[in-house]
Each structure stands twice: as structure tokens, then as C-alpha cells.
């Protein structure tokens, strides 16, 4: 017995930069990782959105959030150029004894003689020098997406059909 091919429509997430399928013209659950417990976390800010052949709302909002970003980042990198601030942040991955890796975050306070102050300065200054940098790629990029933007069909593709009886995988132990 033959099962029909499918056809589903596919649109633009102007947040991600991917196709995705659409369903009742807003982008479906995408984005998300799936670590070892199976549980999905996370997810794109475009999801339920509707795609960018219909909608510059996505873009105009993605534009938004990064110029705020970089408004933000600009601001610290500010704060620490002119040595005002009193607390930096040490994030470091210590490994478990079960061989698990856990993330520790610690508040350095400032104290001029102390070297490791020095490089989490630097540390940071550099962190919001690069924030600012991928800021501005992100708006030239989604600033192309909004040039002469129009309207336009969702994409169809044909989607084969399942295998009702798919060969079980084969356990290695």
C-alpha cells in the first residue's frame, strides 16, 4: 500500500535565518535542543510568528532587541573604560567526581592590587567589544531583509510519507 506525499508550506524566520514550516500562517515550534534527558528546551523568538513573506514584524522586533542590546553593551564597555565598575562575574566549569560538568558563576569584587581583577577587566571589555560587533552584524543583516520588502508566497514543498514499517535499529551494547 502507497501512503500520498504531503505538501507543506515553508516560510522565513527572519529571527534565525531558517526555513520553517508553517502552519495557519505562523512559524512552528523550531529552534529548541533536545540534551540528554529528551525534554525540549528552548525555542526561537520566532516561533508562532508569522514568517517574513507575510510579516516584517518579526525583523522590525529583532532589529529592536538587538539596538537595544548594543545600546546596553556600549554602555557597560563605557562604564568599564572609565573604571566604574565594582563587580565582575568569573564563570568557570568545574567537572563533577561522576565526570558531570557544572557551571559556577562568582562575584569578584574590585581591588586594585589584585591581578585576577586586571584580567576580568580585560575579560570583559573585550566580551562587550565583541557584543557590539555581532549587534552590528545582526542589524545590517536584518536591515537587508527589510530593504524593498513585498509581500510573497510561502514556499510549497512535498514531503515523502513516513514508512509505516520501518527496519528496527539494530541495539550495540
Not at 565526570?99 to 566580551?127: C, I, K, P, Y
Not at 549587534?135 to 512535498?158: H, M
Amino acid at each position: 500500500m502507497k501512503t500520498a506525499e504531503k505538501t507543506k508550506a515553508l516560510g522565513f524566520c527572519a529571527a534565525c535565518g531558517r526555513d520553517i514550516a508553517v502552519r495557519s500562517d505562523k512559524l512552528v515550534h523550531h529552534g529548541y535542543k533536545r540534551p540528554g534527558h529528551g525534554e525540549s528546551q528552548g525555542d526561537c523568538l520566532g516561533v508562532g510568528s508569522e514568517p517574513h513573506e507575510i510579516s516584517t514584524k518579526l525583523a522590525d522586533l529583532v532589529r529592536e532587541m538587538t539596538q537595544n542590546r548594543k545600546g546596553a553593551a556600549t554602555a557597560q564597555l563605557g562604564r568599564l573604560e572609565r573604571d566604574e565598575v565594582s563587580v565582575l562575574y568569573k564563570q568557570s566549569v568545574l567537572r563533577q567526581p561522576d565526570g558531570r560538568r557544572v557551571s559556577d558563576v562568582r562575584a569578584v569584587q574590585r581591588d586594585l592590587t589584585d591581578s585576577e581583577w586586571r584580567l576580568l577587566r580585560n575579560n570583559a571589555v573585550r566580551e562587550e567589544q565583541y557584543t557590539i560587533a555581532r549587534c552590528d552584524l545582526e542589524i545590517k543583516r536584518v536591515a537587508t531583509l527589510l530593504t524593498d520588502w513585498s509581500v510573497k508566497a510561502l514556499r510549497l514543498v512535498t514531503v515523502a510519507p513516513k514508512n509505516p514499517n520501518p527496519t528496527p535499529r539494530r541495539r550495540w551494547r
